[in-house]
Structure formats: structure tokens, C-alpha cells
């Protein structure tokens, strides 16, 4: 009987043994499975991403040269690039965005610096087998010809805290703000995190000193210029509200005299680009920016609300080598 239940023990210590290494060998089988699923990415797969996240960043065709090289080891073909990238494109820019696109397959990347800050090589490789080799280098001659994009936030409440939020960021765009006491007590703070301002001039403004209507005398609107120029000296331009009765008015002609002779720069809102509000804002937007010519500056008028809804795009299109300005930058 003893003799029975030793070998029973072992009976059931062998199979449980046995049962052990089963589900280590499925388990291991499982995830070579996964690996090599990952791993399925086709030669033309990766070419198209990697092409396309080169395009991202308004590289012309042209400036893109391919070949294929034989892999000693495989004897496989695998593409061979030359990249030329304009000076106001960094190569570790480039590199990080081909990492980010590939980041969640299962594939080696590596990148060497062939010469400092001139020349680098970037390889794709699965196991011992190389998939795709490039070779990024400045070209002397080359260069985005791209223009620039001013933004005109029409709605900024200043004493809000969410409002201030977005003034505290690094983007660059002009507040433009209505005059009044209160509004002067602000500029500081807006100047400080290096956003630019501008002024509207419209039937809201209600304080006396800075207000205009058609019957006001010509002593009283040089009065109420010598104010504004004064209060609000380092706006970027005057803007006037093109519904505003005074556009229409006898001394609009010299409040515009006026402006000239203390160098201020007054626009009207139908000046710019006007965006509102809408199904297709983005649409709208973009193509705005694709019309936009090499060196041309267009500056848009929206909301914040708008401006934040844009800043996904906003961002794409910097990548294309767009450039967001200050519109002070361009003596706008």
C-alpha cells in the first residue's frame, strides 16, 4: 500500500511537471507568435510611414533620394536613402518624429552621428536582417518656401484667470484689447510674456477719455488720440471696428491725419482674415494657409475659443516650416 502511494505521488508530481513545462513551452510559443506579428511590417509599409513622416515637415520630393542595396548576410534588398534637410530643420527633429511612428512597432532603430552636427545615419532593422538605411544631411542650397501667420485674439478677458493661463503660454499672438483704465493695468502683464497688443476702436469703448463719435469736435478727438497714443503707447496698430458709425464720418479723414503723424498704424478689421465660429472652421483655416504664399504674412482675427480648437493644426503646419510671428516682427 505504501509502495502504491509513493508511486502515486510521483505519478502526479511527474504530470504536474510535465503540465508545468506544456504551458512554459505554449506560453513561450504565444509570445514568439506576438513577436512575429509584430514583425510583419512589409517593405512598403515602412517605406510609406517613413516617407510620410519625412513629407510631414514640407521636405519637396526632390530632396528625397532613394536606392537599393543588397544585404550581404540575407541577400535581400532593402531601400537606401540620402536625405537634404533645409538649416531651419534640425535632424534630431526629424529622428524623434520617425521614432514617435514607429514607436509601437517591434523593430530596432538606430541612429549614429556620422559628422557633428552635419550628418547622421539611421538604420531599421528586425533580428540580424537591416530593413531600411538613411542618411540625413544639410543641404546648403535648399529651403522651405513657406510664409508667415499672425493671430489676432479678438476676446480675451484680462482680469480672467483662464485667460491669463493663455497669455502665460509661449505662443505668439497680439490681444488685441479695448481701451479703458482698467484694461492699462493688464498691458504689463501682457508685454512680460512677450505677446504683442492692439487696440479697437469701436462704439463699446464707454470711458470718455478714449471714446470717439462723429459729432465730437476736432480739439476732442486730437484729445482723445493724445490719450490713446499716450496709455497705450506700445500697441502694435490701432484696428477700427468697420461698423463703427465714425468710419463714416467727416473726421474720420483726420483722426486718420491724425494717427499717421505720430507713426501709429491704423487697420480695419476687414483688413484680415476673419474667422468665425463654424462647421468647417478648420477647413477654412486650412485653406488659408495653403494659399499662403512664400513669404507672404496673412493675419487672422478669431476668438479664443477658435484659436485653441486650431492649435492641433496650427502645430501641423509649423511642422511644414510655416512660421507663427508677432506681427510687430513683420512691421505689420
Known amino acids: 500500500m505504501k509502495i502504491f502511494q509513493q508511486k502515486t505521488l510521483w505519478f502526479l508530481f511527474i504530470a504536474a511537471l510535465v503540465l508545468l513545462i506544456i504551458n512554459i513551452l505554449i506560453d513561450y510559443t504565444f509570445k514568439e507568435n506576438r513577436v512575429e506579428n509584430k514583425f510583419s511590417l512589409s517593405s512598403q509599409d515602412l517605406q510609406t510611414r517613413f516617407e510620410s513622416s519625412l513629407k510631414s515637415f514640407g521636405l519637396k520630393e526632390e ?8 544585404n550581404k548576410i540575407s541577400n535581400r534588398k ?10 531651419d530643420l534640425s535632424i534630431p527633429v526629424v529622428l524623434l518624429e520617425i521614432y514617435k511612428e514607429f514607436e509601437t512597432d517591434s523593430i530596432s532603430i538606430e541612429s549614429k552621428e556620422i559628422k557633428t552636427g552635419g550628418r547622421s ?20 542650397k535648399i529651403k522651405r518656401e513657406t510664409g ?9 478677458e484680462l482680469a480672467n484667470l483662464n485667460d491669463s493661463l493663455l497669455i502665460e503660454t509661449a505662443d505668439k499672438f497680439n490681444v488685441l484689447v479695448t481701451p479703458s483704465e482698467e484694461n492699462i493695468n493688464y498691458l504689463p502683464f501682457i508685454v512680460k510674456h512677450r505677446k504683442n497688443y492692439s487696440i479697437l476702436i469701436s462704439d463699446e469703448i464707454s470711458e470718455p477719455n478714449y ?68 462647421e468647417n472652421l ?27 480648437q486650431l ?3 496650427i502645430s501641423l503646419f509649423k511642422k511644414t516650416g510655416i512660421k507663427i510671428v508677432n506681427t510687430s516682427e513683420n512691421g505689420s
Not at 532593402?78 to 538649416?87: A, D, M, Q, S, W
Not at 496709455?231 to 499717421?260: Q, T, W
Not at 483655416?285 to 475659443?305: C, D, M, Q, R, W
Open 121 to 140: 545615419r539611421l538604420t531599421f532593422r528586425t533580428k540580424n536582417q537591416l530593413l531600411l538605411s538613411a542618411e540625413f544631411i544639410y543641404g546648403k
Open 311 to 313: 492649435k492641433p493644426e
Open 211 to 278: 471714446s470717439l463719435d462723429a459729432s465730437y469736435s476736432k480739439l476732442r478727438i486730437l484729445n482723445v488720440i493724445k490719450a490713446l497714443s499716450v496709455d497705450f503707447a506700445n500697441a502694435a496698430f490701432f484696428v477700427i471696428d468697420d461698423n463703427f458709425d465714425f468710419i463714416n464720418s467727416d473726421n474720420f479723414e483726420y483722426f486718420e491725419n491724425e494717427l499717421e503723424k505720430r507713426y501709429i498704424k491704423l487697420k480695419k478689421l476687414s483688413d484680415f482674415i476673419l474667422l468665425h465660429s463654424e
Open 63 to 70: 530632396w528625397l533620394k532613394k536606392k537599393s542595396e543588397k
Open 78 to 87: 532593402y531601400p537606401v536613402y540620402k536625405i537634404f534637410l533645409p538649416g
Open 282 to 308: 478648420s477647413s477654412v483655416f486650412s485653406n488659408h494657409v495653403k494659399e499662403l504664399g512664400k513669404g507672404e504674412l496673412k493675419i487672422i482675427v478669431l476668438s479664443k475659443a477658435d484659436y485653441l
Open 148 to 156: 508667415n501667420l499672425s493671430f489676432v485674439i479678438k476676446d480675451i
